[in-house]
Structures are given as structure tokens and as C-alpha cells.
């Protein structure tokens, strides 16, 4: 039986919690504790402060887009252990005193800076992120790229008659930006196949030189054939990154760091797949942006390749049919937008794969908050 509630003492644990939040060691409870945080603001939340809340949210990326590009938080960010008063930051960022300390106000409202002092300002886990050279780079990529995509879905909707826009163009991305130009997507830094599949011991068993191991289809800048190149130095075996002409152009003249013993093809991904025999057939967030006819397509054109101990793995967002994220289902708002695509759920992957005349062979979910999922498919 649950003990009754303790609220008094439940706020206590919890205020104790937020004064010394590093305290939190164990993963899984934070992830609870969070989550948990999360859900009981809303819930306990009056109406003034939803419509706030719901109203307003584009007010958080904007003014932290400001932040950054003004530099405040790449500045308390340098000194983690040090306190700057408002002078000091205006004087580093050359931001206008007054507007600085009005800026700084509404940062420490929203948990993105703390104010120990009257005067005292420095970097929490929220200032860390924003001041990071590579999240803030991301956040800037979300707001200016995406935001006007996402503010255009309402329009693009209506005038579809809130049909499900697969594949349609122009999408909220056209509209939003007011251009025909084709949007890419991009990945923040996170778990990655590599935790989930273990390639050594399941797929490059036996190969020689000549196995083309990893085919890296619509691979991009081969961040991913980089990735397995360095996690398995030790392979024997062919990594092939496929692109469009125009996209491997780009890798030869300017190639990752580490981009070494990776062969570069340009490959339409609508045409028969030309590596014969591939070991893995890799696609990370290529299919998603993809109408389900086409999705079949692209699949089809990689099963004429395919021999037995190949696989094809779709690295995906996979969402939960109840109580998906709320970083999952944003990222299928943000496909929609730019796409007029959408993130599928197993069943609708299942469906694509069998019509492709295709089997499932086992579906594995490698980070719990966007779902992303590796569905690792074979001929039988
Ligand atoms: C969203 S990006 C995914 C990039 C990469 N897989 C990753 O996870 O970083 C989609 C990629 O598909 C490529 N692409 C689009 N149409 C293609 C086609 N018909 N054949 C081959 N590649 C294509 C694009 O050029 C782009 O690099």
C-alpha cells in the first residue's frame, strides 16, 4: 500500500533537491525525478500560468537565440565558478547595461541563468548548454531554420484541409520561409546504432577486405561512416558512403576529420542499390522525410543487392503508440513541417518493410527520450 502523501515534506525534499542538484547521481531517478518535475508543473499549474505557458513558448527560443548570439552565455559558460555582476557581463558582451540587466531578468525567470546575489549572475545546467559551442550552434539551427516552419504549420494545414500532408510541396517549410529550396535535417549529439548493433560479432563475421561491411546510404557528410571506421578500427571491410552528386562533391573537398578508408559513391537512392552483397545497407534519418510509396521504393531498389547475411537498418524514430516523448513527437511536428513528412510508429514500419517484401528481424530502441530506433530488416 502507498503511504499518504506527505506535501509539506515532499516540497521540502524537493526544494532540498534544487539547492544542490549535482547530488542527483543515479541516472534512471533522475530521468524520474525529472520527467516526474515536469508533469506535476503542469499539472498543478493554474490557467493564467498555462496560457503562459503554452502562449509564450516561442518567447524562450527567441530570447535565448539573443543570448547566445550575444554572447552572455558563452561568457558566464568560460568561468563556471564565478559570479558576474551585470556591469561586467554588459562590458564583456557589449550589450547596453540596461538592456543586459533586463535581458538577465528574464533568464533567471526561466531557470536559464542563476542569480545567487542582488547583483550576481553565473552559468546553471541550463547556461552550460546554451553557452556550448555545439548546442548553442543547434538552438540557432532550431530557431532560425525550424521556428518559421513551425509557425507556418497552422496556414499549411488549414489549407490542406487538415488532410495528413504525406510528401506534400510545397510544406510549412516552404511557407514559413517563403522559398522553394529543398530543408535539410540535422542530429544533435546522442546515443548512436553503434550501442545496439553489434557489428563485429553479427555482421562482419568472416569478411575480407573486399566485404563491403557498412554501405552509409544517403550518409550525408559520413558522420557515420567516420563513427565506424573509429569504433571498429580493428575490421577488415569495405565502408561506402552514398550520396547525390552534388552532396559527395562537397565530402571529397572538404572530408571530416578522420574521414580515412571510406569510398565515396554517388548513388540515387530511386535506382537499383549497385553495391552487390552489402553487409548492412545503413539509413539514418533518410527514410522519415520519404512518402510510404517511395519509402517501399528505396527498399525494393536495396533488396535487389542483398545476399543472406545482408541486413538493411533504418534508424529511425520509432513512436510509441501511447505516451510517446515529448521530444519524439516534437521531432515528427518538425518533419511535418519541413517535409510534410512524418515519424512512424513500428506498425507503420512493419507495414512498409512486408510490402517491400522484406522481414523485420528485430527492432531496438537505443534512446528513450526521441525514440530512436534501429529496425534491422532481411530478406527472410
Ligand atoms: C537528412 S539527411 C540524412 C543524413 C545522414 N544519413 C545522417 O543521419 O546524418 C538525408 C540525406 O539523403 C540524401 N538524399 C536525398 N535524396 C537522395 C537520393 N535520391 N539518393 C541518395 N541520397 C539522397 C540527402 O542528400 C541527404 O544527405
Same mark, same amino acid.
Given at each position: ?121 553565473? $552559468? ?12 548553442? $550552434? &543547434? ?68 569478411? $575480407?577486405?573486399? $566485404? ?127 517535409? &510534410? ?40
Amino acid at each position: 500500500m502507498v503511504a499518504p502523501i506527505q506535501h509539506e515534506a515532499l516540497a521540502e525534499h524537493i526544494e532540498a533537491i534544487l539547492r544542490n542538484p549535482e547530488a542527483m547521481k543515479d541516472e534512471r531517478l533522475r530521468r524520474r525525478l525529472s520527467e516526474g518535475g515536469r508533469k506535476l508543473g503542469i499539472t498543478l499549474e493554474d490557467s493564467g500560468a498555462t496560457l503562459r505557458r503554452v502562449g509564450y513558448a516561442h518567447f524562450q527560443s527567441a530570447l535565448a537565440r539573443t543570448g547566445i548570439e550575444a554572447g552572455v552565455f558563452a561568457v558566464l559558460e568560460a568561468e563556471l565558478d564565478r559570479q558576474f555582476t551585470n556591469g561586467e557581463l554588459a562590458e564583456k558582451t557589449g550589450v547596453d547595461p540596461k538592456l543586459s540587466k533586463r535581458l538577465l531578468r528574464y533568464f533567471q525567470s526561466q531557470d536559464i541563468v542563476s542569480q545567487p546575489s542582488v547583483d550576481g549572475y553565473r $552559468t546553471n545546467n541550463v547556461t552550460r548548454v546554451l553557452g556550448s559551442s555545439g548546442y548553442g $550552434t &543547434s538552438l540557432l539551427f532550431f530557431v532560425k531554420v525550424m521556428a518559421p516552419a513551425v509557425m507556418a504549420i497552422p496556414d499549411f494545414l488549414k489549407k490542406q484541409g487538415y488532410k495528413d500532408p504525406n510528401g506534400v510541396t510545397p510544406g510549412a517549410f516552404h511557407l514559413g520561409h517563403r522559398t522553394d529550396m529543398h530543408p535539410f535535417a540535422w542530429r544533435e549529439g546522442r546515443p548512436s546504432v553503434f550501442d545496439v548493433v553489434d557489428f563485429e560479432n553479427d555482421l562482419a563475421r568472416g569478411a $575480407t577486405s573486399s $566485404t563491403p561491411l557498412f554501405v552509409d546510404v544517403g550518409g550525408a557528410t559520413g558522420s557515420q561512416c567516420v563513427a565506424f571506421r573509429r569504433r571498429y578500427s580493428n575490421l577488415v571491410g569495405r565502408v561506402i558512403l552514398q550520396d547525390v552528386p552534388q552532396v559527395v562533391e562537397q565530402v571529397m573537398a572538404h572530408p571530416l576529420d578522420g574521414f580515412e578508408n571510406i569510398e565515396v559513391e554517388a548513388q540515387n537512392f530511386l535506382t537499383p542499390e549497385t553495391v552487390k552483397g552489402g553487409r548492412a545497407y545503413y539509413f539514418r534519418n533518410v527514410l522519415h522525410e520519404w512518402p510510404d510509396e517511395k519509402v517501399v521504393e528505396i527498399l525494393v531498389n536495396v533488396k535487389t543487392s542483398m545476399a543472406d547475411e545482408s541486413v538493411i537498418l533504418i534508424d529511425e524514430a520509432v513512436l510509441s503508440e501511447r505516451g510517446c516523448p515529448w521530444r519524439a513527437a516534437q521531432q515528427d511536428m518538425e518533419i511535418l513541417a519541413a517535409f &510534410s513528412a512524418y515519424e512512424r510508429t513500428e506498425a507503420e514500419w512493419r507495414s512498409l518493410v512486408e510490402d517491400a517484401g522484406l522481414m523485420v528481424r528485430d527492432v531496438r530502441k537505443y534512446t528513450e527520450e526521441y525514440e530512436d530506433t534501429v529496425i534491422v530488416v532481411g530478406l527472410t
